[in-house]
T-cell receptor
Framework: AQTVTQSQPEMSVQEAETVTLSCTYD???????LFWYKQPPSRQMILVIR??????QNATENRFSVNFQKAAKSFSLKISDSQLGDAAMYFC??????????FGTGTSLTVIP | SQTIHQWPATLVQPVGSPLSLECTVE??????LYWYRQAAGRGLQLLFY??????ISSEVPQNLSASRPQDRQFILSSKKLLLSDSGFYLC????????????FGPGTRLTVT
């Protein structure tokens, strides 16, 4: 079974600094998709960034970027120039070639002014 | 643009009572639909997903059931609620093309007393 592991239950970062959130996953598939979602206190799940496993280039969305290491099954999220609005729970997710999505247990990010 | 609605937003129900949570999607056809539960301080647990009308797949055997009576309507039900059914319930839909990202509704907070 596919599993997604986020080993950092909590992280903190100074405003304007950079922080990296870790995610590893277990799969025997070669074709899959990875995502990072943000859940602010409103609890609305917001898609932050996506990565197709067949693409070697790391995805980037403004201040958010990923470090995708397929062989190591690692998918970390880097947030640059952290802002107060980045404070939230961040979830890593894996989608297998079927229709199921699997989520990690989340990392709570605090941004210190 | 696509939007997803869930209701009610908040629900308090006694143990043993029935449950019906509704989710509807606008602006897309034949979406894949999902029900998740998020327990306090934890990640998302996939409960059910559907690839079409009347087609439901269950990920976790439990006290809940799901139905899809119309293309863009997804219902989560229970005949008799348990205390352990308390949580935050999220409905989501996903695109049918790569990268198959998911979009979430605002959620329903269910408290079983």
């Amino acid at each position: 079974a596919q599993t997604v592991t986020q080993s950092q239950p909590e992280m903190s970062v100074q405003e304007a600094e950079t922080v990296t959130l870790s995610c590893t996953y277990d799969t025997s598939e070669s074709d899959y998709y990875l995502f990072w979602y943000k859940q602010p206190p409103s609890r609305q799940m917001i898609l932050v960034i996506r990565q197709e496993a067949y693409k070697q280039q790391n995805a980037t969305e403004n201040r958010f970027s990923v470090n995708f290491q397929k062989a190591a099954k690692s998918f970390s999220l880097k947030i640059s120039d952290s802002q107060l609005g980045d404070a939230a729970m961040y979830f890593c997710a894996y989608r297998r070639p079927g229709n199921q999505f699997y989520f990690g247990t989340g990392t709570s990010l605090t941004v210190i002014p | 643009s696509q939007t997803i609605h869930q209701w009610p937003a908040t629900l308090v129900q006694p143990v043993g009572s029935p449950l019906s949570l509704e989710c509807t999607v606008e602006g897309t056809s034949n979406p894949n639909l999902y029900w998740y539960r998020q327990a306090a301080g934890r990640g998302l647990q996939l409960l059910f997903y559907s690839v079409g009308i009347g087609q439901i797949s269950s990920e976790v055997p439990q006290n809940l059931s799901a139905s899809r009576p119309q293309d863009r309507q997804f219902i989560l039900s229970s005949k008799k609620l348990l205390l352990s059914d308390s949580g935050f319930y999220l409905c989501a839909w996903s695109t049918l093309e790569s990268p198959y990202e998911q979009y979430f509704g605002p959620g329903t907070r269910l408290t079983v007393t």
